[in-house]
């Protein structure tokens, strides 16, 4: 009798507890969800989803229109890239996106008048309202994102994304058209059997480096498939939305390539 009293007891007990959990999870509940949809998830929202997220860009006022852009950020003063974009043969309007160690007088440093430039401050891109400021740490390229919106809201068609130190050899910029024939592109890259990746710069005379990026378990695959995987380009019809150039002595190889402290001259 006694074991059974204890037994009940216990059990007794376990429901007591119970019961206060449950109490306890309807109170939380009960003040909880009016917080979080009437209190709390409304200004995380709004961070996070604002329900006009283009604000700030409808709000900005062009003071260039162009449908051609070139995008850099720098921490420089002018370089000779910078003076070429502005000199180009056909007008292209060019965006500078400055950061925190720009020089505060990068503008007087510039020595001819351009109006095809529009050069954003470190300050002034913190008062365009712009909610992608949120996500851009300074000292970054990613702080080219802001240029790209800008160059859109200014009526680009065309952005040309580049560096103040890459120095184009010519007096324009050459472009394909976005719907390019045969005729324009007599050879396409293809992938081979042993592995899904190419490395282009085989096809421009340097089989030996591989690019930024390019899978280093890979580097095996594609050797053995053979680094120079180009074929006629049979197709009518071939988009080409995103056009990359090359840079000759300095290109964007793998860390391990860039150690070796070569210079490359592509074909």
């Given at each position: 009798m006694t074991i059974i009293n204890q037994t009940q007891n216990h059990y007794l007990k376990l429901w007591k507890i119970r019961l206060c959990y449950c109490l306890l999870y309807a109170v939380l509940l009960f003040v909880m969800i009016p917080l979080f949809f009437f209190g709390i998830k409304r200004p995380i929202i709004k961070g996070l989803f604002d329900p006009n997220p283009t604000s700030g860009l409808n709000n900005y006022i062009c003071p260039l229109q162009g449908d051609k852009w070139i995008v850099v950020t720098t921490i420089f003063y002018p370089t000779s890239a910078i003076y070429k974009f502005l000199t180009l043969t056909t007008h292209w309007n060019l965006i500078v996106i400055g950061d925190k160690k720009t020089p505060k007088d990068w503008l007087q440093h510039l020595t001819i008048n351009s109006s095809r430039l529009l050069f954003v401050s470190f300050e002034q891109q913190n008062?365009?309202?712009?909610?992608?400021?949120?996500?851009?740490?300074?000292?970054?390229?990613?702080?080219?994102?802001?240029?790209?919106?800008?160059?859109?809201?200014?009526?680009?068609?065309?952005?040309?994304e580049s560096d103040d130190d890459n120095l184009i050899e010519t007096n324009d910029i050459y472009l394909l058209p976005k719907v390019v024939q045969p005729k324009h592109v007599p050879w396409i890259t293809f992938h081979r059997q042993r592995s899904p990746f190419i490395n282009i710069y085989g096809s421009f005379g340097?089989?030996?480096?591989?690019?930024?990026?390019f899978p280093i378990d890979e580097l095996r695959n594609v050797t053995e498939d053979g680094w120079h995987?180009?074929?006629?380009?049979?197709?009518?019809?071939?988009?080409a939305y995103i056009q990359q150039y090359l840079a000759d002595l300095d290109p964007d190889v793998d860390a391990i390539v860039s150690s070796l402290s070569?210079?490359?001259h592509f074909i």
């Open positions: 008062n365009l309202g712009f909610r992608i400021l949120h996500y851009l740490p300074h000292g970054s390229y990613a702080r080219k994102n802001l240029g790209y919106l800008i160059a859109i809201k200014c009526g680009a068609q065309i952005i040309f340097y089989p030996h480096i591989w690019p930024r990026g995987s180009v074929r006629q380009n049979l197709h009518n019809h071939t988009y070569l210079s490359f």
